[in-house]
């Protein structure tokens, strides 16, 4: 495994204190992966407030990819090729096939789903 790419399953999971999050968190870490986070599965997760301080500390621990230009028609083109209209989900699959990277998340399906549509193997962790 390269890297990891968190979706929004994966923030609510380590927001929600979750302990398998948190280990397979740890884990990443203790390898030296970084875990990525698209910025689009930032948006979806934050509220913002003192309520999401565990999603923070989490988040202090990954790099939050910004989507490009670019990435946006590379998405868009995911999502009618997978018939997908979950752009989030879509970005996720997209950012971890180009960087070769495992998901973890809590909607399994969906990134099989996308992953097959674009000819992509990953790795998937359920949480």
């Given amino acids: 495994m390269r890297g990891v790419t968190y979706d929004t ?3 609510v999971a380590g927001e929600r204190n979750d302990r398998a999050m948190w280990a ?3 884990g990443f870490l203790a390898e030296e992966v970084v875990p ?9 997760a934050w509220r913002g407030g003192g309520r999401q301080a ?17 990435q946006a028609r590379q998405v868009g083109v995911l999502a009618g090729k997978a018939a997908h209209d979950d752009i989030v989900d879509v ?3 997209e950012g971890a096939a180009r960087r070769r990277d495992a998901v ?3 909607n ?3 990134i099989r789903e996308i992953a ?9 962790e359920r949480v």
Avoid: F, K, W, Y
């Avoid at 097959?116 to 998937?124: P, Q, T």
């Fill in 9 to 11: 399953g994966a923030l």
């Fill in 24 to 26: 397979l968190h740890a």
């Fill in 54 to 70: 565990s999603l923070s500390r989490l988040l202090a621990m990954c790099e939050v990819e910004d989507m490009s230009e670019q």
């Fill in 108 to 110: 399994d399906a969906h």
């Fill in 104 to 106: 973890v998340t809590s």
């Fill in 91 to 93: 970005a996720v699959v």
């Fill in 36 to 44: 990525t986070v698209p910025a689009p599965v930032l948006a979806e």
């Fill in 116 to 124: 097959s549509a674009a000819n992509a193997r990953l790795h998937i």
